[in-house]
């Protein structure tokens, strides 16, 4: 099952990001639409597609792959599959060194401001969780934790909010918290690249360290794997997938929670197969979850963020549900 | 052939020595088991000889690399963690990632010596169930198989056989020796003073952080020894099966 897993998804990533490439409000048809991504033909059509829908599509890759990837790590490190990065506060951090960058004009300075500014973000709430519930902090410390970081983040976030002198700004920066895919361009997609290709590199390599600590740390340290690397490379990984996901999309939680989850019984629930699976996984999602935004509500602009979360949600009661009745 | 050389090893804790300048060293062909009563140390000293707690004097294994190290020596933590629902071949193919280089996959060599593991803890038949659904003692004797299917010179384990049924704990008694036997040298903490009469080559008796007592059962498990140390009396015999030892009461 597993060996047939990644084709497959791969398959579905990419019928997913055709889908993508062909929805939108504008209604040009299938062969117009490819006709003018390809070769440039039609000046309006390919605006449309190399300019918004393009660029939109290879985003929700990035961001998905980004966050499903985080997320099997984190749980793979922490062994708890209910630790996901928009849950215990790293994306909310993230959103908050975003919205300061944006409100003190940061931003603004040079052009790394903003990723730069979330990836901090999400560097303290990343050290913060280790710090609180550690890998043997137990599902309710980790909850607890996360519960704390991300109070302290909005709490944070409200006062920036609060304490702007523009109305308008304010009302953008809460939409734009929302998260969302839409009206990004490649300057976006620029921006984040590098931050995630880093966050890739540190984190896909983990894999068979994550399968030691199946077994704890005392006996994964015993069987070589350097914990306090790993450890680092972790928190890295994280935070430069995590904060430059959020810099260009917003906060987008769930989809670490929901991708491993379906997963793991695929997979065997090996942590080193658990991480590029989620990465293929997060990206079809993604991709799914914005393409389902623009079907449901065409005219509204419902967020990506919003949709993720009502769609999580109820899974995360479910996960908590079955933790509980597994440690009772 | 020597596999362990202690030298002045202490492990602190706080100011309080934990592991108070244990001396020995283990040769190939031994099984030595780690007794004492709760407290005395015997974790604590074989975390600090892993390197997994910081320590003061010599340790042979802690001048390895960690590579080296994990090639060298098995460690099986009194914690029996399994964190995911992984079949049982799966986690005891966990053992042979000292072996693997970065990247490769496990060749029919790993698949020998896993197969082998499992043999030994009389597990053949679970390979595809998932670990976690096993009973507590199935999940120890899991566990063990990962130990051994690294295949190590050296093998350090922490209570591996407390919460086996009788059987499984002679059983895995039986296969430590044979192991023994065969030239690996393990170091075994217990609590049962009759299995570790009966199937250790050799026995150290720690007490507050000191090696009180080092040698075969019998020197060690002397009638002074033990009202020192545990505070018991107990029935020991040597019969035509071997040594026989039975526990009787504490003392006043």
């Given amino acids: ?328 | 052939m020597t596999r362990l050389t202690l030298d002045r090893l202490t492990v602190m804790r706080g100011t309080c020595p934990v592991v108070d300048a244990a001396t020995f060293e283990i040769g190939a062909g031994e099984l030595v088991g780690l007794i004492g009563p709760n407290g005395a140390g015997k974790t604590s000293l074989m975390r600090g000889a892993l390197g997994l707690l910081p320590h003061d004097g010599h340790c042979s294994l802690t001048a390895m690399t960690p590579h080296g190290r994990a090639r060298h020596a098995a460690w099986l933590p009194q914690s029996r963690e399994i964190a995911w629902p992984v079949a049982v071949e799966t986690l005891v193919m966990l053992g042979r990632i000292p072996h693997l280089a970065a990247g490769q996959r496990p060749s029919e060599a790993d698949r020998i010596a896993v197969a082998d593991a499992l043999a030994t803890m009389d597990l053949t038949g679970f390979e595809a169930r998932a670990a976690t659904e096993l009973s507590g003692g199935e999940q120890a004797r899991v566990l063990i198989a990962r130990a051994l299917a690294q295949d190590t010179p050296l093998i350090l384990a922490d209570e591996p056989i407390a919460g086996l049924d009788p059987g499984h704990q002679i059983a895995t008694m039986a296969a430590f020796a044979q192991l023994a036997a065969r030239g690996k040298a393990l170091m075994v903490s217990l609590h049962d003073l009759g299995l570790a009469a009966r199937h250790c080559t050799r026995l150290v008796l720690m007490d507050k952080g000191r090696i009180h007592a080092d040698g075969p059962p019998a020197s060690v498990l002397t009638r002074e020894n033990l009202a020192q140390v545990f505070g018991i009396s107990a029935h020991m015999a040597n019969g035509p099966d071997g040594i026989i030892f039975q526990p009787l009461e504490v003392l006043a």
Avoid at chain 1, 141 to 147: K, M, Q, R, V, W
Avoid at chain 1, 238 to 244: E, H, L, Q
């Fill in chain 1, 1 to 328: 099952m597993t060996r047939a897993l990644f084709p497959l998804l791969t398959l579905v990533s990419m019928a997913l990001f055709m889908v993508s490439l062909l929805t939108g409000p504008a209604g040009f048809g299938l062969g117009e639409s490819l006709q003018a991504l390809v070769t440039g033909q039609g000046e309006a059509v390919t605006l449309v597609m190399r300019e918004i829908r393009l660029p939109r599509a290879i985003l929700a890759v990035m961001v998905g792959a980004s966050l499903g990837l985080s997320g099997a790590a984190l749980q793979g490190y922490l062994r708890n599959p209910l630790a996901e990065p928009g849950l215990i506060g790293v994306s909310g951090s993230a959103a908050l060194g975003a919205v300061i960058a944006m409100q003190t004009g940061f931003a603004a300075a040079f052009a790394l401001a903003l990723p730069l500014s979330a990836l901090a973000g999400a560097v303290i709430a990343v050290l913060l969780i280790l710090m609180l519930a550690g890998p043997r902090g137990g599902s309710l410390t980790l909850i607890l934790a996360g519960i704390a970081i991300s109070a302290l983040a909005g709490a944070l976030m409200s006062l920036a909010l609060n304490l702007s002198p523009n109305p308008f700004a304010t009302s953008e920066t809460v939409f734009w918290m929302m998260g969302s895919l839409a009206d990004r361009s490649f300057s976006h997609l620029w921006l984040a690249a590098p931050f995630m290709a880093l966050g890739w590199a540190l984190l896909l390599p983990l894999g068979r360290g994550l399968d030691a600590l199946t077994l704890g740390e005392d006996a994964a340290a015993a069987m070589g794997i350097q914990l306090a690397r790993l450890r680092l490379q972790l928190v890295l990984g994280v935070a430069a997938c995590v904060g430059a996901a959020t810099a260009v999309a917003g906060a987008i939680g769930f989809v670490g929670l929901v991708v491993p989850h379906l997963l793991r019984p695929i997979v065997g629930a090996r942590p080193s197969v658990l991480l590029p699976a989620s990465a293929l996984g997060g990206a079809a999602m993604v991709l799914l979850a914005d393409i389902a935004v623009r079907l449901i509500l065409p005219e509204r602009d419902l967020k990506l963020g919003v949709l993720m979360a009502i769609i999580g949600a109820p899974l995360f009661l479910h996960l908590i549900y079955k933790t509980r009745r597994a440690g009772a």
